[in-house]
């Protein structure tokens, strides 16, 4: 299986479930912008403090913001790791390419996780996160198709897409993802 790699998805796919157990189960560090950002937040740092209001619009922080915060960690680290929540545009993507030809780290696999619209609203407000409210929940759903979903063909292109459908279990869908991982 690929020790780098990342994951795509709408809010509310199951990214973070399924990439928790993936790292743990590969020994892998898994980065989610998403978790480190609001671990900012908590913690009341400048950081925090400038992304607070942006997440709760659902809206995307600043690529600058994310970027470091991404290179931070994979910079003095040495072993696979697993992307959850980054890249979320093209933009980012570019940056991302960068930093890891830099780092000497090419990126291996990008696993699309896809669900349909209606499934991740209901998800996403039993979930009841401080964004998780049903107003910010549409309007992250339109940041991803208009944002973040051009990175589909983007990877397709380069031959690095990964399918799965995320409907079912919690073991179904990790089952699905070692296949198309496999
Ligand atoms: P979800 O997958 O449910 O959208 P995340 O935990 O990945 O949730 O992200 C929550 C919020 O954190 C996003 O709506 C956005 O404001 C911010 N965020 C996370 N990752 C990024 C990123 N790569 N670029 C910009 N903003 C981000």
Do not use: C
């Not at 990214?15 to 980065?31: D, I, P, Y």
């Not at 570019?94 to 291996?108: H, R, S, Y």
């Not at 690095?160 to 179904?172: C, M, N, W, Y």
Request: hydrophobic residues 40%.
């Amino acid at each position: 299986m690929s020790h780098r790699l990342l994951f795509v998805g709408p809010p509310g796919a199951g990214k973070g479930t399924q990439a928790e157990r993936l790292a743990a189960s590969h020994g892998l560090l898994h980065l989610s912008t998403g978790d480190l950002l609001r671990a900012e937040v908590k913690a009341g740092s400048d950081l925090g403090k400038e992304a607070e209001a942006v997440m709760n619009r659902g809206e995307l922080v600043s690529d600058e913001l994310v970027l470091a915060i991404v290179r931070s960690r994979l910079q003095n680290h040495s072993g696979g790791w697993l992307l959850d929540g980054f890249p979320r545009n093209l933009a980012q993507a570019e940056a991302l390419n960068a930093l890891l030809g830099e780092l000497n780290q090419p990126l291996q696999s990008v696993l699309l996780m896809e669900l349909d619209d209606e499934e991740l609203v209901q998800r996403l407000l039993a979930r009841g996160r401080a964004d998780d409210n049903e107003e910010v929940i549409r309007h992250r759903l339109s940041v991803y198709r208009e944002q973040t979903a051009p990175l589909i063909n983007h990877y397709e292109q380069r031959g690095q897409l990964k399918r799965v459908v995320s409907t079912g279990t919690i073991e179904a869908v990790a089952e699905q993802i070692n296949a198309a991982l496999a």
